[in-house]
C-alpha cells in the first residue's frame, strides 16, 4: 500500500485525470480519416470505468450520426 500511496502522490496530476470525464472523438476521427487498409481490422473498444450508462449514450449518438465534425480536431457527439 505504501508503495501504491507513494506513487499516487508523485502521479497527482495522472490520478487526476483518472477521475476526468473525456471522449475518443479526436482519436476516432484521425482512424476514420485514414486511408482503408493502412491500419489493418480497426474496431472500437470503450473503457466506461464505471460510466457505463454515459458510454453506452455517447456510441448510440454516435452510431445513429449525432456529431458535429470539430476542425481538425475531432468530433462532438451530440446527445440524443
Same mark, same amino acid.
Given at each position: 500500500?505504501r508503495?501504491s500511496?507513494?506513487?499516487?502522490?508523485?502521479?497527482?496530476?495522472l490520478?487526476?485525470?483518472m477521475?476526468?470525464?473525456s #471522449?475518443?472523438?479526436? *482519436?476516432i476521427?484521425?482512424?476514420?480519416?485514414?486511408?482503408?487498409?493502412?491500419?489493418?481490422?480497426?474496431? *472500437?473498444?470503450?473503457?466506461?470505468?464505471?460510466?457505463?450508462?454515459? !458510454? !453506452?449514450?455517447? !456510441?448510440?449518438a !454516435?452510431? #445513429?450520426?449525432?456529431?458535429?465534425l470539430?476542425?481538425?480536431e475531432?468530433?462532438?457527439?451530440e446527445a440524443?
Amino acid at each position: 500500500v505504501r508503495a501504491s500511496a507513494t506513487g499516487m502522490v508523485r502521479q497527482s496530476g495522472l490520478v487526476r485525470n483518472m477521475f476526468a470525464v473525456s #471522449a475518443p472523438d479526436g *482519436i476516432i476521427r484521425a482512424l476514420a480519416e485514414t486511408p482503408g487498409g493502412v491500419l489493418g481490422d480497426v474496431a *472500437i473498444h470503450l473503457y466506461s470505468f464505471g460510466g457505463v450508462g454515459a !458510454a !453506452a449514450r455517447w !456510441a448510440s449518438a !454516435a452510431a #445513429a450520426g449525432h456529431f458535429t465534425l470539430d476542425g481538425h480536431e475531432g468530433f462532438a457527439v451530440e446527445a440524443s
